[in-house]
């Protein structure tokens, strides 16, 4: 246990400190204080050469960060040997240095000032509200330093544990009777008992000895005779007996549905009898987003500080993982200040690390900007932005920040976030809109009375290469359809992967619950599909017509994933394009591969182009659906290639296993990931 505990300055400014007993509490604010000691002993007067210090049964522990001037002081009873101090400093050392850089740089550099100045300042160190600053580190040093001691706890545990005796082997039995092994005799109450022993060891060893010289003569006999042992021939596995299918060995109807165990239809009985649990476990309460002013179900916005709400609680948890699991070659003292090194680069982050040089009351010029900026564009390639974007990225920022006079640290992290959001926003500004619900209401309420009464639907084709999550993802934004009280129809034309139509059906049925559950009454949502081995493009137009008949809103086509470089799949795509002309051709590609996607959302929009341009203009892509977003943290390159290449926006991103867990991206979240470090 603790007894006392501070971070303070070099000059004697204590920031924060802790007494865990009254008596410590009471001894640290006198004048004879192990710290007090510590001070003016071993790093003022510099008499004790060794890492811990001791005074009057106490023991004290102590590490530095050079670069802010500050000292971490832990102190304890000597008596107790707490082996977790070295580690909770440098976890501790590491956290302050995170999450309090900024007030920690402003603080040092006004005590600079003072020094230079030789002058009284507003911003006088006893002016500063520590307690205010440091709001919440006393929460987060619990955390930590209960973390090391539960470890600690463990660890006293299993040395104490009684070590498990190994279970006494038996040696094998002897080929020699003068070497056999004694018998047990403890248990034997008469002669009897003893003289059945023997005899039974006898037998044993005479059946090993006639079982090994029977091998390669007789061996067939020798298995087979009464030797006092138990060997016996292996039997033989018995075959499968065949299914017989009557004497014309014909299938008939009723065959079939006795061996189809499938759930495939779901009825109404099934939908009302639905069990909640499943239901909830569809949906993410959390994830779901809100209806406007105008009724309308708007997607929830990508956050990524909603993702770092507990980003306190995450960098404690880090950081006691790490301390915990530090190996013994890395505790030593190089790697301690490489530590801290790291962990004050890393916590100044991209506008600190690269723009620090520039504080001063200056005006920037293109010198000045050079080194930096080919640093920062270093920066957005790690992000995984394409070369060629970070290119441009970069000298939108120069553009914006040349000519420019600034003045301190928080000046020129201000231009700087500015400029780069006005660079990375010319970029993401897309050249259609992004409502979809407004395009589609549009498009229903025009009725093109010369021809029908009835009005066409509006379709979306979900395009994409395998596995990224065409039919996941097109369920997720038919949901979102769902409750906006539209009347969805997928068009099952993914005829070629075994389980393509399956499971568009699981997802129907589960959707249609869903609503049912919600009283969705205006809306539904139902499925068009004709099995496999079928002509894509003729089932999308069959499903369009359909559709038109019955009433439905919108149609979502999912097709069958296909590499980019597939010539052949690429025009039978383009057909089912030409022939249905649909309204919106979403690419659906995946976050976690990087660039891979910005090649194979090019040469899909290329092909679009090059093979429907047969009966006029070819189509391109009109947006994007980025999956598995929740896989890549904040290296959201990807995101910004891929806009760039098409000009057309990303309309949503999934980042969920459930029918909610689709976002919608804006570019404030873009700036927000490139900017963390």
Request: overall charge neutral.
């Amino acid at each position: 246990m603790l007894d006392h505990c501070s971070i303070s300055h070099k000059g004697g400014i204590v920031l924060w400190q802790r007494s865990f007993t009254p008596a410590a509490s009471t001894l640290a604010a006198s004048s004879s204080s192990p710290v007090n000691g510590l001070v003016r002993e071993a790093l003022i007067e510099g008499r004790n050469t060794e890492e811990k210090y001791e005074k009057d049964g106490y023991a004290v522990r102590w590490t530095f960060v050079n670069e802010l001037e500050l000292i971490f002081v832990v102190a304890y009873q000597r008596i107790l040997q707490l082996s977790y101090i070295e580690d909770l400093l440098a976890a501790m050392k590491d956290l302050f240095i995170k999450l309090y850089q900024p007030f920690l740089t402003t603080f040092i550099e006004s005590l600079h000032v003072i020094r230079s100045a030789d002058i009284k300042s507003t911003t006088h160190p006893a002016a500063w509200d520590f307690t205010r600053a440091l709001d919440g580190w006393d929460k987060i040093f619990d955390k930590l330093l209960r973390g090391f001691e539960d470890k600690a706890a463990l660890d006293r545990k299993s040395r104490t544990k009684p070590a498990l005796r190994a279970a006494p082997t038996s040696s094998p039995p002897s080929e020699d009777l003068e070497n056999a092994p004694t018998v047990d005799t403890t248990d034997a109450e008469d002669a009897q008992a003893i003289s059945r022993n023997v005899e039974a060891l006898r037998n044993r060893l005479k059946g090993r000895q006639e079982k090994k010289g029977g091998r390669g003569k007789g061996q067939r006999s020798g298995l087979s005779s009464a030797s006092g042992t138990d060997t016996e021939l292996p039997r033989r596995k018995t075959a499968k007996t065949p299914r017989k299918w009557g004497e014309s060995n014909e299938v008939t109807a009723d065959d079939i549905a006795e061996l189809d165990f499938s759930m495939d239809h779901a009825d109404v009985s099934q939908i009302s009898n639905a069990d909640p649990q499943y239901l909830r476990s569809l949906i993410d309460e959390s994830s779901m987003g809100v209806k406007g002013k105008d009724g309308l179900y708007e997607v929830k916005d990508l956050d990524f500080t909603t993702s770092h709400v507990d980003d306190d609680d995450e960098m404690v948890d880090d950081a006691i993982s790490r301390a915990l699991n530090r190996s013994s070659n890395l505790s030593g003292p190089s790697a301690s200040s490489s530590t801290t090194s790291s962990a004050i680069s890393s916590s100044l982050g991209i506008l600190g690390g690269l723009f620090s040089r520039l504080t001063g009351s200056k005006v920037l010029t293109n010198e000045d900007l050079g080194p930096v900026l080919a640093a920062m564009k270093d920066h957005l390639m790690k992000k995984n932005v394409a070369k060629e974007i970070s290119d441009k990225i970069v000298e939108g920022v120069r553009e914006g920040l040349v000519g420019k006079r600034v003045s301190g640290f928080n000046g020129v992290k201000t231009q700087v976030r500015t400029a780069l959001s006005e660079s990375i926003t010319r970029i993401l500004t897309p050249k259609t809109s992004t409502d979809l619900l407004l395009a589609i209401r549009t498009k229903l309420s025009s009725i093109n009375s010369s021809t029908s009464s009835k009005r066409n639907p509006y379709t979306m084709t979900f395009v994409g290469v395998n596995g990224v999550g065409k039919s996941t993802n097109l369920s997720k934004v038919c949901f979102w359809l769902l409750q906006n009280n539209f009347k969805v129809l997928i068009a099952a034309c993914d005829t070629f992967r075994s389980g393509a139509v399956e499971q568009l059906r699981v997802h129907v049925r589960n959707l249609g619950m869903l609503a049912e559950q919600s009283n969705m009454n205006k809306g539904g949502v139902e499925l068009y599909e004709r099995g496999y081995g079928k002509d894509a493009a003729g089932i999308a137009k069959d499903a369009i017509s359909y559709a038109k008949e019955n009433g439905f809103d919108v149609v979502l086509i999912d097709t069958a994933g296909r590499m980019q470089d597939n010539e052949p799949l690429m025009r039978a795509l383009a057909k089912l394009v030409s022939t249905n002309n649909p309204d919106k051709i979403i690419f659906v590609g995946e976050a976690l591969v990087g660039n891979e996607a910005v090649d194979q959302l090019s040469k899909f929009d290329r092909a679009l182009r090059d093979f429907s341009s047969g009966s006029g203009k070819g189509r391109g892509i009109d947006g994007m659906l980025v999956t598995k977003w929740d896989t890549v943290d904040d290296k959201v390159g990807a995101a910004l290639s891929m806009t760039y290449v098409t000009g057309q926006p990303i309309l949503f991103v999934g980042c969920g296993q459930t029918y909610t867990d689709l976002r919608q991206l804006r570019v404030a979240h873009i700036v927000q990931a490139l900017l963390s470090d």
